[in-house]
């Protein structure tokens, strides 16, 4: 678990997110690999691989992030960079309680659109 949440937190870097919210958005890939022996291997053997490319130690001992992400780029093509990639867009980004840190106030609609409550306020962009 600890290197996948280093992993999200290298693929989809923000300082400001605890790591609670990495390991949630994480947390999928243990409960599919709980029902699906093949997800399991997936990431297993990913995660396998993706220390053996880090050298002794592992990816989580590797101590810059700029060399964690050379580690990632070696791997991006493959199917377990992919399922935690793609499990990350989702699982990281539609939590309501990681929405007030990006600024974001969630759908609009309800709250009478955007425009009429000033759509260009968000500061950080």
Avoid: C
């Amino acid at each position: 678990m600890a290197t996948l949440i280093q992993m999200a937190r290298d693929i989809y870097p923000h300082d400001q997110v605890p790591d609670k919210y990495y390991a949630i958005a994480v947390k999928a890939h243990d409960e599919q690999a709980g029902k699906d022996p093949a997800h399991k291997d997936l990431i297993e053997n990913g995660i396998a691989e993706l220390d053996s490319k880090s050298g002794k130690g592992g990816y989580t001992s590797l101590g810059w992030e700029e060399q964690r992400v050379a580690v990632l780029r070696e791997i991006e093509d493959t199917p377990f960079f992919q399922a935690v990639r793609g499990g990350l867009v989702v699982g990281l980004y539609n939590q309501k309680e990681v929405w007030p840190i990006f600024g974001y106030e969630g759908e609009s609609y309800s709250k009478g659109g955007y425009m009429a409550r000033g759509f260009d306020d968000i500061e950080w962009l």
